[in-house]
């Protein structure tokens, strides 16, 4: 955990769907719905019908902990898989670039 990290950052919702709603726009896929709600194995989840659910643990996640989460599962809407372009464009979207989440 780096120093910076050290301190959680604890966001409101709103503040947490602004922020996925601007990845959203910098990706260029359009979420039918973003939910947020207590999940029990997972940090987030896609529909096949595009509606994102996020885990509201992730509120009290570090901030490039949240990224992750939120450019993974919009990343989702375009691509349902983890394949190679899925793993690169995480890379893109992301400075650290690990893809993590093991769903
Ligand atoms: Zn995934």
């Known amino acids: 955990m780096k120093a910076e990290d050290a ?9 947490f769907r602004a922020d996925v709603v601007t990845w959203a726009k910098r990706i260029g896929v359009e979420p039918k719905e973003i939910r947020i709600r207590l999940m029990k194995n997972k940090w987030a989840s896609c529909s096949s019908n595009g509606r994102l659910t996020f885990n509201s643990e992730l509120l009290h996640e570090p901030a490039a902990f949240r990224r992750e989460a939120i450019v993974h599962e919009l990343l989702h809407l375009k ?4 394949n190679k372009l899925f793993k690169s464009l995480m890379r893109a979207y992301l400075a650290e670039g690990i893809c993590s989440n093991a769903n």
């Open 7 to 15: 301190l959680e950052n604890i966001v409101p919702a709103q503040v």
């Open 79 to 82: 691509i349902p898989n983890h």
